[in-house]
């Protein structure tokens, strides 16, 4: 396994590595809930609703086949139910965010879910990616470090770095009038 660095650069030993997403293993202990709640269920019934057992077994199966893995050569996203896809790093355009789901969009213009990645998990696909996919959550993070969130009167949210923040708060009392009210 090698070690990979998180600028961008490349290896950090010299060995090419890779990294699997798999959807949260978690996912397996919710399909075993739902198992119990089915076998209520079917308790009413066996003969004629045994087949309710499908869709928990299919969702367990989803969540240990379905990964992505991201390599140097590019990214293989396999599938539990549909063959799989391998992309090289020519062929990628970007990643994506549809709702909850993590879309790889590759340069024919197609969108490939990616099953187990997600908006949170970012920092480590930019790291594998060493760098070819941007990590745009902790630049976002990095940009709002030591400002200050400030919400107008009309809802909106504006971020100020300390001392704008400073001369905002000494417009503000500015403008009110010895009395406390402001002036129009």
Request: charged share 20%.
């Amino acid at each position: 396994m090698s070690t990979n660095s998180t600028d961008g650069t490349g290896p950090t030993d010299g060995i090419s590595g890779e990294k699997v997403f798999h959807p949260e293993r978690t996912h397996v202990f919710a399909a075993l809930l739902m198992i119990g709640i089915s076998l209520m269920v079917i308790g009413v019934a066996p003969l004629r609703l045994f087949w309710i057992l499908i869709f928990p077994a299919l969702f367990i199966w989803w969540a240990l086949r379905s990964q992505v893995t991201v390599t140097d050569d590019g990214v293989s996203i396999r599938y539990a139910f549909r063959s799989g896809v391998t992309a090289s790093w020519d062929e990628i355009e970007g990643v994506g965010f549809k709702g909850a789901k993590t879309l790889l969009r590759t340069t024919d213009g197609k969108e490939h879910p990616m099953p187990g990645v997600t908006f949170n998990s970012l920092p480590e696909l930019a790291a594998a990616s060493r760098g070819r996919i941007p990590d745009a959550l902790t630049a976002g993070l990095e940009a709002q470090d030591g400002k200050v969130s400030v919400i107008n009167q009309d809802g909106n949210q504006v971020l100020m770095t300390q001392e704008e923040h400073a001369a905002y708060l000494a417009a503000q009392r500015k403008q009110q009038a010895p009395d406390g009210t402001t002036d129009a």
